[in-house]
């Protein structure tokens, strides 16, 4: 029997969540062989400084120029949450003809929001045989995968309802300082109109699963209100998305990510024939979820044919799994078919 050697892969980005991300990759047994950050506390410094497991040998790189040529089958990249942001760091990766897995939230679904963007980079992939996809678990997973598969035993679906309610207590700090506790209501609203403040992804899911489903949408309506506490700090933020057709919505995603919240969950409700109601009592932890996802699709995005793929396209158990090989992708979308 032949010796099949382990996948290479690059971190880029070491973060909180890209750290976690190499360091399930290393143990599920997949080769290490680069690391990029432009951070420059960290570019230059061993990566088993940041990395325990990482291999002595290699030094984190400030510039993805310097990985190109290392013998790498994919990128795992994890570094900002707008597809504006990371569509310099992609693009040399992917004419390099390097597949990437990526944490970038508005790359979880670009076809709708950034149609000529997804296009162009959706051609690049093509032309240089690479895989370009976006995961996490939200969106990726519980608000818009997750509700997409439990329509499956379904004759129609009239309304979509997913309801995730996380405490953040026992997540990353940057995670705390992006759903803003601890701010006054005042700076809360400047950091919503700013940008900085507030979950990157929802209207993602919601165009991700109006395309499941094959639903027009007419618009799709976003909102962002502080969680205030007993102090008049901010403990959190409740942000609504909703997909809207005939001035009805279809399609209702209602995040809660707030300190001290009383009952951590995640409901998915479909309004259809049966209908279907799903609860997971405490909520899927995102960030370990997050670091999963990305290293349980590994494979399958390897074995899959170029472009851009989304969540939908991809068997909720990963191929190594299933002991396939292969798996079978949905056409992309095309702009001006929302």
């Known amino acids: 029997m032949w010796d099949v050697p382990p996948v290479r892969f690059v971190q880029y980005g070491l973060g909180p969540i890209g750290v976690a991300i190499a360091s399930l990759a290393l143990r599920h047994g997949y080769q290490l062989v680069a690391v990029v950050d432009t951070d420059p506390a960290k570019a230059g410094r061993p990566a088993a400084a940041l990395i325990p497991a990482a291999p002595a040998d290699i030094i984190v790189k400030a510039n993805a120029s310097a990985v190109l040529n290392v013998g790498a089958d994919i990128v795992l990249h994890s570094t900002q949450s707008h597809l504006a942001q990371v569509l310099p760091q992609l ?12 944490t970038c939230e508005e790359l979880a679904f670009p076809w709708h929001h950034f149609p000529e963007d ?61 759903v803003g506790v601890g701010l006054t209501p ?34 799709i309506d976003e909102s962002i209100e502080p969680v205030i506490g007993s102090d008049a700090k901010v403990r959190g933020l409740h942000q609504l998305c909703q997909g809207i057709r005939d001035n009805v919505a279809t399609m209702t995603l209602d995040l809660t990510m707030a300190s001290g919240v009383a009952h951590p969950h995640d409901t998915v409700t479909v309004d259809a024939t049966p209908p279907i109601r799903a609860v997971i009592e405490g909520g899927v932890h995102g960030d370990q979820a997050t670091c999963a996802i990305v290293v349980n699709a590994i494979s399958t995005v390897l074995a899959s044919p170029p472009g851009i793929l989304t969540a939908i396209q991809l068997p909720a158990v990963p191929s190594s799994r299933l002991g396939a090989s292969t798996t079978t992708r949905r056409p992309a979308p095309t702009p001006g078919t929302f």
């Open 91 to 102: 693009l040399p990766l992917v004419d390099a003809g390097l597949s990437v897995i990526s």
């Open 118 to 178: 997804a296009a162009s980079l959706d051609a690049l992939a093509r032309s240089r045989g690479a895989v370009v996809v976006g995961l996490g678990v939200n969106p990726g997973f519980v608000m818009d995968l997750l509700p997409v598969v439990l329509t499956a035993p379904c004759t129609d679906v009239r309304r979509v309802r997913v309801e995730r309610v996380v405490e953040v207590d026992v997540r990353r700090l940057p995670l705390q300082r992006k």
């Open 186 to 219: 005042e700076a809360f609203q400047a950091g919503v109109a700013d940008g900085h403040i507030g979950h990157v992804g929802l209207p993602q899911s919601v165009a991700m699963i109006a395309h499941a489903l094959g639903r027009p949408l007419d618009r």
